[in-house]
C-alpha cells in the first residue's frame, strides 16, 4: 500500500493506493475527525458490485451509514441529483462532521463532492474512486462540480477531500473501454509533466489494457504523484494548474458537439490532445517525431485520436471560445513544447485557429 500526501496546509489529505484495501476504509476514516453518521454515495451500479463491503467495513468501524443512490451516467450530474440529495441529508440528520462518501467514477465523485461542499457550507468529503479515469484525475485535486444544461462542470467550486481510497481491485470490474478512457488521462501526465512516464507508458501499454495489477499501481501512483504536485503548486488554477487542461479544450468542444454521447470524457481527450500537439507542431512549437510518439501511444492505448469528420469548423472554434479557461475573450490552450513539458499559450487567435483547422 503506498500513501501520497498532498500537502495544501489545514487543507492536507492523504491518498492510499493499493490492491484490495477497500476494506480498510473504515480503519481509515476512523484516523479522522470525523461523525459517526456516513452518507455514502453510489449509482446502481457501483452499488451492487462494491455497496455491501463498504457499508459492511464502515458499519463494522462503528459508523451509522446511510446509502444515496444517483443515476448513471454524465446526464445525472446535475443540480436535481444534487437537491435530491440535500433532501436526504436533511432528512437524516446529517451534520457538519458527518462525511460524504463518493463511491464510484468521476461523475458519482464531481456531484457528490459538489453535495459535500455545499450542505451546510461544507461537511467531510471522502472519494473513493472506483474508475481509472477517477483514480487518477476526478478525485484528487478538490475540483468538484454539477453539469448545467447549458454547459459541464459550470456550477462548482474547489473542495478538498479529506482522504482518498483508490483500490486497484476494483478496476477488475471496469469494462475495457473505461480502462481505455482512464489512460487517456494518464498519458496526459507524461506529455504534461515527465518523459520518463511517457517513455514507461510506451513501454508497458499493453499490460496496462490488459489490466495487469502491478502497472495498474505505479500508473495511479505516478499520476497521482504529479497531480499533487500542480494542486500544491497551484490549487486553485490561477497560473500552472492549467496545465491539467491538456487536451481538455478540444476535447471538451467535441464531447459538447456531439451531446455527451459519442466519446467518453477519457475519448474526447485522447483527440484533444493530439489535435493540440498537432497545432503545436504547426507552429513549430513541438517536433514531428514527438508528435508521433503521442499520436502513437494515443492509438495504442486504444482511443481516438482524430477529430470527428462530420464537425463544423465554426461550431468547434465557437464552443473553444465558450471554455470555461476563456478569459477577457482569450483562449487557453495547452501546448506541448515537447515530451514533459507544455507551455499555456493564451495568445492563439480566432484566425491561427481557423487555419490549422481548416487544414484537418
Ligand atoms: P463515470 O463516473 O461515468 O464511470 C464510467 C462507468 O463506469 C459508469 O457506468 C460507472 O457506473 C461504471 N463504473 C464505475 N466504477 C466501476 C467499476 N469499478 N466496475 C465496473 N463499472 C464501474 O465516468 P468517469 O470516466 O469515471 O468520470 C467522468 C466524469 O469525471 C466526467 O463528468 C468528468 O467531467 C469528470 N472529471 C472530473 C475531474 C475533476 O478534476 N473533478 C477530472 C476529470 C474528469
Ligand atoms: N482535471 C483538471 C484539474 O483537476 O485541474
Not at 489529505?13 to 455514502?40: A, F, T
Not at 446502481?44 to 443512490?69: D, F, Q, T
Request: charged fraction near 25%.
Amino acid at each position: 500500500m503506498e500513501i501520497i500526501k498532498v500537502d495544501l496546509g489545514a487543507r492536507s489529505y492523504n491518498i492510499y493506493i493499493g490492491s484490495d484495501i477497500l476494506q480498510d476504509l473504515g480503519r481509515y476514516l476512523k484516523e479522522l475527525p470525523v461523525g459517526k453518521k456516513v452518507l455514502v454515495i453510489t449509482n446502481p451500479n457501483v452499488r451492487h458490485l462494491y455497496g455491501k463491503i463498504v457499508k459492511e467495513c464502515l458499519s463494522g468501524a462503528g459508523y451509522n451509514v446511510l446509502v444515496g443512490e444517483m443515476g448513471d451516467g454524465e446526464e445525472y450530474k446535475t443540480m436535481v441529483t444534487a437537491e435530491r440529495f440535500y433532501d436526504l441529508a436533511y432528512e437524516s440528520g446529517i451534520d457538519r462532521l458527518s462525511p460524504v462518501v463518493a463511491l464510484g467514477g468521476g461523475v458519482v465523485g464531481d456531484t457528490a463532492g459538489y453535495v459535500a461542499a455545499t450542505y451546510l457550507r461544507g461537511v467531510p468529503l471522502i472519494q473513493v474512486p472506483t474508475t481509472l479515469l477517477a483514480q487518477v484525475d476526478s478525485s484528487v485535486g478538490g475540483k468538484v462540480a454539477v453539469n448545467h444544461p447549458r454547459g459541464k462542470n459550470i456550477i462548482g467550486v474547489f473542495y478538498q477531500p479529506h482522504l482518498v481510497l483508490a483500490d486497484i481491485n476494483v478496476l477488475k470490474t471496469l469494462p475495457p473501454r473505461e480502462l481505455r478512457s482512464g489512460l487517456a488521462e494518464v498519458i496526459k501526465y507524461g506529455v504534461i509533466w515527465n518523459e520518463e512516464f511517457f517513455f514507461w507508458l510506451e513501454e508497458n501499454i499493453e499490460p496496462l489494457l490488459a489490466g495487469e495489477a502491478g502497472s495498474l499501481v505505479h500508473v495511479v501512483r505516478e499520476s497521482c504523484r504529479i497531480k499533487a504536485k500542480v494542486v500544491e503548486a497551484d490549487e486553485t488554477e490561477s497560473g500552472l494548474r492549467a496545465i491539467l487542461n491538456y487536451g481538455h479544450t478540444v476535447g471538451h468542444a467535441v464531447e459538447a458537439l456531439t451531446g455527451y454521447k459519442k466519446y467518453t470524457h477519457g475519448e474526447a481527450v485522447g483527440i484533444g490532445m493530439v489535435v493540440a500537439a498537432r497545432l503545436a507542431w504547426s507552429l513549430d512549437l513541438l517536433g514531428f517525431s514527438e508528435l508521433s510518439r503521442i499520436e502513437a501511444l494515443v492509438r495504442r492505448a486504444g482511443l481516438p485520436h482524430k477529430l470527428p469528420e462530420n464537425l463544423l469548423l465554426e461550431d468547434l472554434v465557437e464552443s473553444f471560445l465558450h471554455d470555461k479557461k476563456v478569459t477577457g475573450g482569450n483562449l487557453t490552450f495547452v501546448l506541448p513544447e515537447r515530451i514533459g513539458k507544455v507551455d499555456i499559450r493564451k495568445d492563439l487567435t480566432r484566425k491561427i485557429l481557423i487555419d490549422f483547422l481548416n487544414l484537418r
